[in-house]
């Protein structure tokens, strides 16, 4: 089975490409201890950097797909090649909650240590990106919205010079509300846009428990979202049944 690789946006680099690893290991039939291609010809493949590729390749061996071998090089695990897929929906759904709470937990942890150790320089960008993501919503471009919440995100988890937590955020991304409803336009959502201009003003202030307790605020609304999403995609018929039916309907 030949592959052909699907265009990656830029909102969201790392989960695609981990996906299309994955298409890659069952196009190519990879058995488990068979090498992948070495990453220049993933990121030639994917059409992405190197380093995104390694990002990726981060993911999968955290998840189990993939290990390193010896000379460097990146093979396939069992866990690769038995039954569904990661980014299968049903496996997606039911992660989706779990990995939104473990987002929540190291998110609030480096918004306090942002608040320390962020840098005059980073407050700047983080202002750039914001600023990028309200002209994003006016001119209502969702893919410019999502690349400039995701550059506001990774600034201040960059900002907790934490590598471990960014790469523990990072795998649990694969689950986020825009991989499960791709749909969504929680962007838009003016709470949202509310709690990224909270974050900096805690962040410039360096004022760690205002920073942690906007950020929970903010997975806690995520959660909520996620809770619908979930429950709809799960259950459509009992979701049908909430509908009032009208009194002369046919029964």
Known sequence: MAYSPAPIRRESVISQAAQEICRVIEAERL????ALPPE??????????????????RVLHGLGYVEKAAGRRVVVTAGARGGKSMFDESVLLEAAPIANAVRSHIAQTCAELAAERV??????????????LEAAIARQD????????D?????????????????????????RLSNVSPEHKSFYDPRHLAHHRALLRALRKRDARAARAVVRKHF?????????VTRTRRKPAQVLSLVPRSRGAMR
Do not use: D, W, Y
């Not at 994917?46 to 380093?51: A, C, D, T, V």
């Not at 969702?142 to 400039?148: F, M, R």
């Not at 806690?220 to 619908?228: C, I, K, N, R, T």
């Open 31 to 34: 058995s488990p201890g068979e």
């Open 40 to 57: 220049t010809r993933l990121s030639a493949l994917l059409g992405i950097s190197r380093n995104s590729v390694r990002e990726a390749l």
């Open 119 to 132: 840098t005059a320089a980073e407050l700047t960008e983080l202002e750039q990106a914001l600023a990028a």
């Open 142 to 149: 969702l893919a410019a919205a999502k690349s400039a919440h």
């Open 151 to 175: 550059a506001f995100h990774g600034l201040f988890l960059a900002g907790a010079r934490n590598p471990l937590l960014v790469a523990m955020f990072n795998q649990a991304q694969v689950a």
């Open 220 to 228: 806690q609304s995520l959660g909520l979202m996620l809770e619908f």
